[in-house]
């Protein structure tokens, strides 16, 4: 067995595995922005999961059929249009909302395109669930305090006319 001493050990590397086993690190001068966001949407997913718990939705679900109630009805399509989503993603959502029985698929006059529409449980779900986002809402409001909705409009913006400009994911 190999000893763990600090002549097997390379420079930058955080691990007190054998040289070996190490996996290199490189440290950053700056912020990952990417990181940083992800970690922030992981954490802000989960609250507003927790705070949707007790209406059997999660915060995806949550805004799949807010968006749905909107339209009344949606073909799969456009709902991943507006949701930001593409169709196979949200097909999978739908899927799964539909076992739920919080939405139901509708007949229409082209075959390719799958509309839907909330059922009657889909929206006393959505009842149940608003004012519980709403918690939520107020409490990422109250943790991103006053420039929190502007800081988020900006980067919606900022970002979209960045996939714009480049290509990437438009």
């Known amino acids: 067995m190999h000893a763990d001493n600090a002549s097997d050990r390379s420079p930058g590397c955080r691990l007190g595995a054998p040289a070996s086993l190490q996996v290199y690190a490189r440290t950053m001068e700056t912020l990952c922005y990417c990181a940083a966001v992800r970690s922030a949407a992981r954490k802000a997913t989960a609250l507003y999961d927790a705070a949707l718990a007790p209406a059997g939705v999660n915060v995806a679900q949550f805004g799949l059929l807010r968006r749905i109630e909107r339209a009344g009805t949606v073909s799969l399509t456009?709902?991943?249009?507006?949701?930001?989503?593409?169709?196979?993603?949200?097909?999978?959502?739908?899927?799964?909302?539909?076992?739920?029985?919080?939405?139901?698929?509708?007949?229409?006059?082209?075959?390719?395109?799958?509309?839907?529409?909330?059922?009657?449980?889909?929206?006393?779900?959505?009842?149940?669930?608003?004012?519980?986002?709403?918690v939520a809402q107020r409490k990422v409001e109250k943790a991103l305090g006053v420039p929190g909705p502007n800081i988020c409009g900006l980067w919606r913006w900022n970002f979209g006319k960045f996939s714009r400009e480049t290509g990437i994911c438009s």
Do not use: H, I, Y
Request: hydrophobic share 40%; net charge positive.
């Open 78 to 134: 456009e709902l991943g249009r507006v949701s930001e989503l593409d169709r196979s993603t949200v097909g999978r959502n739908v899927k799964v909302l539909e076992r739920l029985g919080l939405l139901r698929l509708v007949s229409a006059n082209d075959q390719r395109e799958a509309p839907v529409r909330l059922t009657p449980a889909g929206a006393a779900a959505l009842r149940k669930a608003t004012p519980l986002w709403d």
